[in-house]
């Protein structure tokens, strides 16, 4: 990891905070934990972009991380997983090929603009499916232990 | 007389339940997890079969069946504007519900308490958007002089929206006045010199504005099966960039039409 990437990861801890305090989460501690998670998922989207090409498969992992740190981090701190997630994916979100979508539309260029929404489409897609498995992930974990499939032995009443 | 007190209970765990689900939903909670909450709230309620909740991006329905009459009420949801704290504080509010540990009456007038206050740091959130704004433009790959006009602009944006907020405009006009400004803040930068890539100025300050969390949301609600949500998150997704493409793409052909 480069010098370049630390920074990139350390900027992406810091628009998380921006923007989770944009979203009145004023709480310090879920403050700290939103931004671990948005600079973990940014930094994971960082890693697998090198061995990916596509811009959606790293958005994915990215998403991924971000999800199982959120659902993670909101059974310990007792919040809902949402306070993590929502600032956690900003700095995954395509905001450059959503605003060159735009553009091309504007400067009347279809064949661009279809091509920038497509890729966008692509990425908010890796996001929502990252998400999505995190939060699956999460609860067929949670019904294997009431089952006692595997982890804790003791049972807890419903 | 039991029956009038029943009906009575009946009324007020409408009335908490509908309220509960409401206010999940202006601020900002996932559909799914809104009509979850709910369900377990009403579901808590002594002698009380059948629950159901019905949610989407604009609506809540909760019915059940109590002694012996059914009930059901429906709520309307105005557009959202999101609050996390208070989406961690109706959490929980339901949970503590959900335990018995506070009656109908104690968690109706909480409810009320938490819709009616005030914001307590007005200043917090604007700030806020100027460091989020600033650091996603250095992400993006901008200098320092364009990283701070992206910045100004995100403030100006924010400030014309919470003027825009008084007069009580729906998001599409909220939207459209918020990307005007921040372009046009970004548009007078540039030709004062103080910007040199004008288009990554733009694209930090509008992050804010942009509808990546309706695209998120609406893609997870129709992943999940939940495809009225689904389709009312991507419209709202795709209004959302039509009134930031509307406003930007005014300016930009401004910016063409003027010679510098």
């Not at chain 1, 948005?38 to 972009?49: D, M, P």
């Not at chain 1, 064949?111 to 990425?123: E, G, P, S, Y």
């Amino acid at each position: 990891m480069s010098f370049y990437q630390i920074g990139l990861v350390l900027l992406s801890f810091v628009a998380t905070a921006g923007f989770a305090l944009n979203f009145k989460l004023w709480n310090k501690k879920h403050l700290l934990v939103a931004s671990i998670s948005g600079a973990a998922g940014y930094a994971a989207y960082l890693f697998f972009s090198t061995i990916f090409d596509t811009q959606a498969m790293p958005t994915l992992f990215g998403a991924l991380v971000v999800g199982l740190l959120g659902e993670w981090f909101s059974r310990r701190i007792k919040a809902p997983a949402l306070i993590i997630i929502l600032p956690g994916i900003i700095p995954l979100v395509p905001g450059r090929s959503l605003y060159a979508t735009m553009l091309h539309f504007v400067q009347e260029d279809f064949w661009m603009a279809t091509d920038q929404a497509v890729q966008t489409l692509f990425v908010a897609g890796g996001i929502a499916l990252g998400i999505l498995l995190a939060s699956l992930f999460s609860v067929s974990l949670r019904r294997m232990r009431r089952l006692n499939v595997i982890g804790r032995k003791e049972r807890k009443q419903p | 007389m039991t029956s009038v007190i029943l009906r009575e209970d009946a009324q007020l765990l409408l009335q908490v339940t509908t309220m509960l689900g409401k206010l999940l939903l202006e601020y900002g909670a996932e559909v799914y997890r809104a009509e979850d909450t709910v369900q377990r709230v009403a579901k808590s309620a002594k002698n009380v079969r059948e629950v159901d909740v019905l949610a989407t991006p604009g609506w809540i329905f909760v019915s059940f069946h109590m002694g012996n009459e059914s009930h059901t009420k429906m709520r309307r949801v105005r557009t959202a504007t999101i609050d996390l704290s208070k989406v961690t504080r109706l959490n929980d509010l339901s949970r503590r519900m959900t335990s018995g540990q506070m009656t109908m009456e104690e968690a109706e007038s909480a409810l009320l308490a938490i819709q009616r206050e005030k914001e307590s740091a007005p200043l917090l959130p604007v700030a806020g958007g100027l460091i989020g704004a600033m650091a996603f433009t250095l992400i993006l790959g901008a200098s320092v002089g364009d990283t701070i006009c992206a910045g100004l602009a995100a403030v100006c944006m924010l400030a014309a929206q919470r003027i825009g907020e008084r007069f009580h405009v729906t998001f599409f006009v909220d939207t459209l006045i918020g990307s005007v400004v921040s372009s046009a803040a970004a548009l007078v930068m540039y030709r004062l010199g103080l910007v040199e890539n004008f288009n990554l100025a733009i694209v930090g300050s509008i992050m804010l504005l942009f509808p990546g969390i309706s695209i998120t949301n609406s893609m997870r609600d129709a992943l999940s099966g939940d495809f009225i949500s689904g389709l009312t998150h991507g419209m709202q997704a795709l209004a959302t960039a039509l009134a930031i493409a509307i406003g930007v793409g005014t300016i930009l052909l401004i910016m063409q039409g003027v010679p510098a």
